[in-house]
């Protein structure tokens, strides 16, 4: 490990505090309540969107004070912001009703063919069906759906118990960080560094699809079993507490397959041009255009947590590029068992997505070692919220249905750890 430099030390102890302040969110909100005259600024740091780019900011104006404005902003251009563009627009349309609509009538039919209690079976399809998705809509768009559907199920109602709460959370979290492993172009981590290692999608499916599709049936599996009285007691129907439902009209209401088509085709387009942010935004705009001029099929576009999201990735971008001198001397030189826990462990603290694209820039990986890594990312991305790129989608969705209106770090810990061992049992001896 070369010896940092100034920049590098202040870089690392603002990401340090940065990951601290993650878990300290719910103390500033419950200042914002308790302290009037300052409740915004405690509400603003509060929220766990915000934080990476709170102290991203402080990072550019050290390094501005140190280097100069112009090395500050050339080090921005230096960064790839392509991925928080990428899940700001999938969130967006993914949480269209169209899309919703669609994805609701899918689980419906699956529910329906499994021998179980509507409740159980509209659950574990949930955690099952939707992270496996994510696979071919990506994995923000897995996270969106999935947490919609929970969310208008479920949490809205304002009934679950915590242990619940957090107990499908961290499934959630865990079997989307997963899900995504069936292709090489939906889970962040996987798309990194899938082109420089020539993983094509049967190499996907051979060596990590069926492992992850097993571990997610675990995963939800145990959970329903776990919650299953609690579940049949909540029993909601669906149409009642569907926020997204029209209640002007009938449960029988079908959108128009023309317009589920379109928002397909925009998700479509999207996905295929997740690497061109000037294709994708360009076809966001007329997807903006397109939902204004038929806006009777649509709710309201949830461009505000869409952004906040982006917000967050693009926080953790800037900070994690000043992350390289101590993370990649960890990756390297170590056996395939320790650096899948050293992979697993790093993803609670740094994005899944960043951790195996330092990996990529270790040369002389061998095959084992390249499987470990990416292995142990997806298995720990469950873990905290600035795991998995799609985390923060998930947690902006649900975050005001828990009590106290926000998400304690260490009960989401606490509760993805189960999935998280599940995970890395499959990965590891199947």
Known sequence: MT?????????????????????????????????????????????VEVVFGFWALLLM?????????????????????????????????????????LTKRLVDLAVRLLPLAEPLAYYLIILTLVPLLGSFITEPAAMTLAALMLRDRYYHRGVMSSRLQYGTLGVLFVNVSIGGVLTPFAAPPVLIVAGKWGWDIGFMLTHFGWKAAIAIGINAVLATLLFARELMRLNPPAAANDANYDATNDARQRMPPAVVLVHLLFLAG???????????????????????????????????????????????????????????????????????????????????????????????????????????????GGLTVIANAPNPAGFALLKNHFHGQSINPLGLLLSALPPTLVAAACFVWL
């Open 61 to 101: 104006l050290a390094m501005a004070s140190l280097s100069g404005t112009t090395a500050a902003v050339a080090y921005l251009d230096s960064q790839n912001f392509t991925e928080p563009l990428f899940v700001f627009v999938i969130l967006v349309i993914a949480a269209t009703k169209p899309v919703l609509y």
């Open 270 to 380: 999207t996905v295929t041009f997740s690497h061109h942010p000037a294709v994708f935004m360009g076809l966001f705009l007329f997807f903006l255009g397109y939902t204004e001029a038929y806006r009777r099929h649509q709710d309201a576009l949830l461009l505000r947590e869409g952004l906040l999201v982006a917000f967050f990735l693009a926080g953790l971008i800037v900070l994690g590029g000043l992350q390289q001198w101590w993370l990649q001397p960890l990756l390297g030189g170590i056996g395939d068992s320790t650096l899948f826990l050293l992979s697993t462990s790093l993803t609670a603290i740094t994005d899944n997505a960043a951790l195996t694209y330092l990996g990529s820039l270790v040369e002389g990986l061998s095959d084992s070692a390249k499987y470990a890594l990416v292995a142990g990312a997806v298995t720990g």
């Open 3 to 47: 010896n940092p430099t100034l920049l590098q030390l202040i870089g690392a102890a603002i990401f340090g505090l940065a990951v601290l302040h993650t878990f300290l969110t719910s103390k500033f909100e419950r200042m914002a309540h308790g302290n009037t005259r300052h409740a915004g600024i405690w509400h603003l740091l509060g929220e």
